[in-house]
Every structure is written in C-alpha cells, then in structure tokens.
T-cell receptor
Framework: AQSVTQLDSQVPVFEEAPVELRCNYSSSVSVYLFWYVQYPNQGLQLLLKYLSGSTLVKGINGFEAEFNKSQTSFHLRKPSVHISDTAEYFCAVSEGYSSASKIIFGSGTRLSIRP | GAVVSQHPSRVICKSGTSVKIECRSLDFQATTMFWYRQFPKQSLMLMATSNEGSKATYEQGVEKDKFLINHASLTLSTLTVTSAHPEDSSFYIC?????????????FGPGTRLTVL
C-alpha cells in the first residue's frame, strides 16, 4: 500500500529566503505525486503534480519539485518565499491510473514566513 | 480548471441530529467522488470513495451507517452524518475526478466545517 511521509511538521523561514519541504513516499508500483497547499479555513489548491516525463516539475506561485525515484522523494522547493506563502502544505501520492485510484496525503508541513 | 462546490460551507447542529453535505462538480462530470475528513492541524483522511450509481466504498474504520454517502448523479454526491455527536465535528472535504480527465486529476471542494454541539 502507498504511504507518504512529510518529515517536517513545521518549517519557519525568513521572508525572501529559500525553502525546501521534504516528502518521501512508499509504493510498490508506479506513482503519481502531488503537492497541495491549504490556506487557513480553506480547501486544497494543487501546486504541482508529477505524472511522468521530466523529473523537475514546476508549479504555481514559483514552486517546483523534483521526483527522485531512487530516493523515493518528491521535495518541494521555492527559491524565495513571501509572506503570502504561509500555509499548510501537503504531499500526496496516488497509485495507478484507474478511476478508483485514491490520493493519500502526508501529515502536512506548516510553513511560516517571518518578516 | 474544473470547479467543485460544497454546501453548506459551515454548519452547526445539535447532538443527535443528522446533517447532509452536498458536493457538486460544476463544469464536469465526475464518475468518482471522494470524501475526506480533516481534524484541526491534521492531514486529510480518506473516508470513502463514491461511484455514481453504486454503493460507496468505505475505508477501514469508517462507519458506513454513520456516514451515509449517496452519489446519485454524475455531478452530485452527498454525505450525511447521522445522529451527529461532538466527536464528529470536523472539516469535511470532497473531491471529484473528471470523467474525461486523463488520468487521475482530482479537484477538491472548499470544505464544510461541521460543529456538533
């Protein structure tokens, strides 16, 4: 069965500094990987996804992530964060291609930006 | 992108009452919808998978008689929390998969915050 581990529950960063949010996954088959952002009291917004092809995926708001199959990782990065990036970030994985394939979420990383 | 709506966005009810939450795909047909539950400062836990015209598939540990799911059409799924109790208070989020979506694209609703007094 698939699983996702987000190694950091909280990441404090100064504004304009770079950030990396770590994500490792476990699966016995090929996976699709996602990063979602959740602002307070709101639903989820897709930041980016990896389906196939280039291992470096670029998403919205200046975020990018790199799929590393050998390390089973999908870390999220941004070279310079802004106060508005303060939110909860969830890494997620889905196995398979069928309509019934489920998305399983990691425990989340709270990114807090300090001025 | 595709839009998924939920109604209501917030609901407060008394213990022992039932609450229905609607999830709609507004501009696409969704063969499959998913229901998640999120406790404060925690991740989303998948509760059940709902397929149009058939019974929902519940995750282990989720009481199917407690959380009734109906997926009557390709654009609507409902979650009914029966005989709600304070421990059912949570943020419920649905998602829908685009029927024509290539592959696994799921779109999430804005969530419904349920408070049971």
């Amino acid at each position: 069965a698939q699983s996702v581990t987000q190694l950091d529950s909280q990441v404090p960063v100064f504004e304009e500094a770079p950030v990396e949010l770590r994500c490792n996954y476990s699966s016995s088959v090929s996976v699709y990987l996602f990063w979602y952002v959740q602002y307070p009291n709101q639903g989820l917004q897709l930041l980016l996804k990896y389906l196939s092809g280039s291992t470096l995926v670029k998403g919205i708001n200046g975020f990018e992530a790199e799929f590393n199959k050998s390390q089973t990782s999908f870390h999220l990065r941004k070279p310079s964060v802004h106060i508005s990036d303060t939110a909860e970030y969830f890494c997620a994985v889905s196995e398979g291609y069928s309509s019934a394939s489920k998305i399983i979420f990691g425990s989340g990383t709270r990114l807090s930006i300090r001025p | 992108g595709a839009v998924v709506s939920q109604h209501p966005s917030r609901v407060i009810c008394k213990s022992g009452t039932s609450v229905k939450i609607e999830c709609r795909s507004l501009d696409f047909q969704a063969t499959t919808m998913f229901w998640y539950r999120q406790f404060p400062k925690q991740s989303l836990m998948l509760m059940a998978t709902s397929n149009e015209g058939s019974k929902a598939t519940y995750e282990q540990g989720v009481e199917k008689d407690k959380f009734l799911i109906n997926h009557a059409s390709l654009t609507l799924s409902t979650l009914t929390v029966t005989s709600a109790h304070p421990e059912d208070s949570s943020f419920y989020i649905c998602s829908a998969r685009d029927r024509q979506g290539g592959y696994n694209e799921q779109f999430f609703g804005p969530g419904t915050r349920l408070t049971v007094l």
